[in-house]
């Protein structure tokens, strides 16, 4: 696929389930009008900065990627894993999405489905050691995914309606003099079940490229933050990030997924999203 650099990038990260987050997350293409300055209110200025962002990430029809997840515990001993990410665009942000575990051996085979909803998202876990289908419900997405500092919330693609917003000002990216200019607006979940009494989100202006979000948990402490970087553009239309850092604040641990060999249109199908696919998958 041709790649282009991203000169301005930020910093030093994912996919779509993280994708349209990262990872899931990081798909913010195409051209859109100039935002609009004149919403009546920072809570509808915020939405609407939020549905276009999801606009720009919509027409990939289905990609893969490959992914590097790299654990760091508290005394910075690192424990790698490697992965294949799947995702098929739907209608109305309704995306699937299978991450499927390479290595290590004793991980190998383990895969997460996603079946993203305006009504309800729905996660299958498949453990091939005991060859067992484990749905997801809805109390325990916030738990963390395999030991990683990502939880199953995370890892669903972001869908605009399962929010609340409100927009509050406009920064630097980040420290860097060269840094892009972001938006930066609050995000309050919907859910009950949400792990978040809100997110802080960091976009970029010039792509409406998710930069920054930082986690608050529901007694509206610092958690966690998630840093994107390195974003390259596909097709001369796809941005994608290389880098997704998540930070836990309150363990000293984290995880960084490394994104490569990014493919788009490349024939999956709805089959390949299914539950009885998950036994399947390598």
């Not at 029809?61 to 992965?83: G, T, Y």
Request: glycine share 6%; net charge neutral.
């Amino acid at each position: 696929m041709t790649r282009k650099n991203n000169q301005k990038h930020v910093g030093m990260t994912g996919g779509e389930g993280m994708g349209k987050r990262l990872i899931a997350m990081a798909a913010m293409v195409a051209a859109l009008p100039v935002l609009s300055t004149t919403a009546s209110t920072p809570e509808q200025k915020g939405l609407d900065i939020a549905r276009q962002a999801e606009a720009k990430g919509n027409g990939f029809v289905d990609s893969k990627a490959e992914l590097e997840m790299v654990l760091i515990n508290a005394r910075r001993e690192e424990n790698h894993r490697k992965l294949r990410q799947m995702t098929l665009e739907g209608a109305d942000s309704d995306d699937k999405s299978l991450m499927v575990f390479l290595s290590p051996k004793d991980q190998k085979g383990t895969a997460l489905l996603t079946h993203a909803s305006k009504d309800d998202d729905e996660q299958w876990l498949y453990l091939p050691a005991v060859k067992r289908v484990k749905r997801i419900v809805s109390r325990n997405k916030s738990g963390p995914f395999v030991g990683s500092e990502f939880s199953y919330e995370d890892l669903n693609p972001q869908n605009v309606d399962d929010y609340t917003y409100k927009y509050l000002r406009e920064e630097p990216c980040s420290d860097d003099p060269a840094a892009l200019t972001c938006h930066v607006m609050e995000q309050f979940p919907l859910d009950k079940h949400s792990g978040y009494s809100r997110l802080v989100v960091w976009l970029d202006q010039e792509e409406l490229r998710l930069q920054k979000i930082d986690f608050y948990d529901r007694k509206d402490s610092l958690l966690k933050t998630m840093t994107v970087t390195g974003y390259q553009q596909y097709n001369d239309q796809f941005w994608r990030p290389e880098n997704s850092l998540m930070v836990n604040h309150q363990t000293g641990k984290s995880t960084q997924l490394l994104f490569s060999s990014y493919a788009f249109g490349t024939g999956l199908k709805e089959k390949d999203f299914s539950k009885n696919s998950l036994k399947r998958a390598r």
